[in-house]
């Protein structure tokens, strides 16, 4: 988590290399992080071949989308989440997979990168902007 940071709209980004990992190989991005609990996520995944849209609150993530996707294992991709008011839009290497109006997490919070279970994953390049 990028601490001191606050952003309710705006674009998060990071390079990502799904290395190893038998039950996941994904690497995501993590936006209006209000606590562990409440946030957004969009990741690629290797081994389901797919983006997804996920909102956490009170520590439940629930699925808002999955999209298949290109994702392979053991080679560098761009994931980048655009956010405006509900507007969401997800792109791996410079291609939209998601794009939806979803109000679950408003105003600002934190950004970062996520991964989980035994997922193996290189990132590189992080970056982020506010409007």
Known sequence: ?????????GFAEV?????????????GIVWRWKDRDNYYIARANA????????HTEGGRRITIKY???PVAAQRWHTLRAEFKDQHIKVLLDGKSYIEIDDGHISGAGSVGVWTKADSVTVFDDFSYGGT
């Open 15 to 27: 390079k990502f290399k799904p290395v190893a990992g038998r039950e996941d190989q994904a690497g």
């Open 67 to 69: 999209v298949d996707a």
């Open 47 to 54: 081994l389901e071949g797919n983006v997804s849209l996920y």
């Open 1 to 9: 988590m990028k601490n001191g940071v606050a952003i309710a709209d």
